[in-house]
C-alpha cells in the first residue's frame, strides 16, 4: 500500500507564497499520475492540479493556472506545489493524490492513493 504524506501548509496573507510537498512511500515511478486537489470548509473537494508520470503532462484549474506550479521528482518520490500570489478563496485542506494507471485526471475518484492532507489559510 502506498502511502502520501503532505507537509507545507500554513498560514500567509494574500499575495503570498507556499509550497507544498508530498512525499510517497514507495516509488513514485509506481504512480502514473499525481495531483493537488482541495477542500473548503462546506465546499466539495475540486481538482488543483495534476502532472504525468514523466512530467511532461500538467493540468491545471482555472483558478490557479498561472499562479500554482505542479513537479515531481521520481528520484526523490516527491511531487510539489508551488503556489504564488495566493488569496483568501485558495484556503482548504490540501490533499495529494497518486494514480495507479491511467493518464492525469482532474477527477478525483480517478485517484487511487490519498494524503491525508496539510491546511493552508490564506489571510485578507
Known amino acids: 500500500q502506498v502511502q502520501l504524506v503532505e507537509s507545507g501548509g500554513g498560514l500567509v496573507q494574500a499575495g503570498g507564497s507556499l509550497r507544498l510537498s508530498c512525499a510517497a512511500s514507495?516509488?513514485?515511478?509506481?504512480?502514473?499520475?499525481m495531483g493537488w486537489f482541495r477542500q473548503a470548509p462546506g465546499k466539495e473537494r475540486e481538482f488543483v492540479a495534476a502532472?504525468?508520470?514523466?512530467?511532461?503532462?500538467?493540468s491545471y484549474a482555472g483558478s490557479v493556472k498561472g499562479r500554482f506550479t505542479i513537479s515531481r521528482d521520481n528520484a526523490k518520490n516527491t511531487v510539489s506545489l508551488q503556489m504564488n500570489n495566493l488569496k483568501p478563496e485558495d484556503t482548504a485542506v490540501y490533499y495529494c493524490?497518486?494514480?495507479?494507471?491511467?493518464?492525469?485526471?482532474?477527477?478525483?475518484?480517478?485517484?487511487?492513493?490519498w494524503g491525508r492532507g496539510t491546511q493552508v489559510t490564506v489571510s485578507s
Open positions: 514507495r516509488r513514485t515511478l509506481s504512480m502514473t499520475a
Open positions: 502532472i504525468s508520470w514523466s512530467g511532461s503532462s500538467t
Open positions: 493524490a497518486g494514480r495507479r494507471s491511467g493518464s492525469i485526471s482532474t477527477i478525483a475518484n480517478q485517484y487511487d492513493y
